[in-house]
């Protein structure tokens, strides 16, 4: 389980998050909405370890991340835009990311590129990639080790309508499987088939509206 108590984040007067508490429990997926600049990636960053708050803890398994200096553990995150190395395929970057870890192979990376429709292009240079393709790669990344957690920001942005269709149908059964899964999102289809939960978050506040 995740847990974030009294989260206040600030950048230099503006103040991004204020007074936040929330639980994360496996076998649920949990959707932000809310405008462009209401917080949504920063509370993201914020959970993952990326962007230490002013005050509050997020706690992993009764760990405290921040405390102890590291990143929110068995977790992959694809917040913002996704960057890999411009002269090299997108399988070779995913190659890459996996020697890290040394979990998985030459089969799961090739499943998790089926999974997002870019299997066909997958020895393509990345920096020849469409938008829509680099989006696709990100989301890969994160799914490729079937990580507990799985974070994304806006994942389906520049998305043909079968590729979301085929990840949206993924992602319920990582549910399924006991993930805990946190997506950003301004499209409305998400919120309905996908999250159990939904937050809106505005003026630096949470309210829950699912």
């Known amino acids: 389980m995740i847990s974030i108590n009294n989260i206040e984040k600030r950048y230099d007067n503006h103040q991004i998050l204020s007074d936040i508490s929330l639980k994360f429990e496996d076998g649920h997926i949990y959707g932000f909405v809310g405008r462009n600049g209401s917080g949504k990636t920063v509370l993201l960053n914020v959970i993952c370890g990326f962007a230490q708050p002013n005050n509050g803890v997020v706690i992993y398994d009764d760990v405290d991340i921040y405390k102890s200096k590291i990143f929110l553990p068995n977790t992959r995150a694809l917040i913002e835009k996704p960057k890999f190395i411009d002269d090299i395929s997108g399988y070779k970057n995913l190659e890459l990311l996996a020697k890290i870890n040394g979990v998985i192979g030459k089969d799961e990376i090739d499943n998790a590129l089926k999974m997002v429709n870019l299997f066909e292009d997958k020895d393509k240079i990345y ?25 994304f920001d806006e994942p389906f942005n520049g998305l043909d309508n079968e590729t979301v269709s085929k990840i949206r149908m993924q992602l319920l059964k990582y549910k399924e499987d006991g993930k805990i899964i946190i997506i950003s999102t301004h499209i409305k289809e998400d919120v309905e088939l996908l999250c159990d939960s939904v937050f809106f978050l505005d003026n630096a506040k949470i309210s829950r509206i699912k």
Do not use: F, N, R
Request: glycine share 8%; charged share 30%.
């Open 127 to 151: 920096k020849k990639y469409s938008l829509g393709m680099k989006q696709k790669l990100g989301i890969a990344q994160v799914i490729m080790e079937k990580p507990k957690v799985m974070i």
